[in-house]
């Protein structure tokens, strides 16, 4: 049976989260403007920031909408019965047992993972390794920083949901095995993550390795054998959290 691109809903998803992005560069208008440099006129500084915010919105944006119109395929056709990511959204979902098992499975890993960053966190302070709070410094200066969490948790958890699920799947449809696909998945993402933009940033380099893969082998078990749900509720909550 041939499964038709849900390129509707796609747009819908790709349009969201160009709108989100514009909203949290608006509101980190402060952050942007620390990075005005006394040679340039505060108008061309101004006009760089709205090009800039402007493109990288839409990049996420088309981004988004491509790789979710081919991951809705790829998941219905290899988890039928599980909820499809249309379903997600409908009000008719929120009162079925699949949705509230899901549900409450991505919650519950969720706290699971959030207690183990803490330990984490902790044995990486006692053992005096460096750890970067990036967010801390730039929350002191915006005027509504829960806000700004906020949207940085749907524009960085929403890409993140769908890369990750289209590598999962990707993967599961080459070796139709699930443990497999979960071993391959942690391996890719505990060295994929060399570049400074992390919500973790650790010294050596191999710690913040090791938690990713963690986080990797939760999330694709999860959403192998759970669905989109509970790979949605671990990634939004560790996002909003830490």
């Known amino acids: 049976l041939k499964i038709p691109a849900n390129w509707k809903l796609a747009g819908q998803i790709g349009l969201f989260l160009f709108l989100t992005s514009i909203l949290y560069e608006f509101v980190n ?31 996420s944006g088309f981004f988004c909408m491509v790789v979710f119109a081919g991951i809705d395929k790829m998941y219905q056709k290899s988890f039928p019965q599980l909820i499809s990511f249309k379903n997600i959204i409908s009000f008719k979902s929120f009162t079925t047992k699949t949705y509230f098992n899901s549900y409450i499975i991505g919650i519950t890993a969720s706290l ?25 410094d730039h929350n002191a200066i915006l005027t509504n920083p829960l806000l700004s969490i906020i949207l940085s948790t749907i524009i960085n958890g929403l890409p993140t949901i769908l ?14 095995n699930k443990w497999l696909t979960i071993l391959i998945v942690s391996i890719i ?49 560790t996002f909003l959290i830490l």
């Open 29 to 59: 208008f402060k952050i942007h403007m620390m990075n005005y440099e006394s040679e340039d006129t505060v108008i061309a500084h101004l006009i760089n920031i709205f090009i800039n915010s402007a493109l990288n919105s839409s990049f």
């Open 112 to 136: 699971i993972f959030i207690a183990f960053s803490g330990i984490f966190y902790y044995l990486i302070d006692q053992s005096k390794y460096y750890i970067s709070y990036i967010q801390l």
């Open 189 to 237: 993402h505990s060295f994929a993550y060399f570049h400074e933009f992390n919500y973790i940033v650790v010294e050596p380099l191999f710690l913040k390795n090791i938690y990713y893969s963690i986080f990797a082998f939760i999330g694709s078990y999860l959403l192998l054998n759970y669905g989109i749900i509970s790979l949605s509720s671990v990634v939004i909550s």
């Open 163 to 176: 890369t990750f699920s289209m590598i999962t799947l990707i993967i599961f449809h080459a070796t139709k």
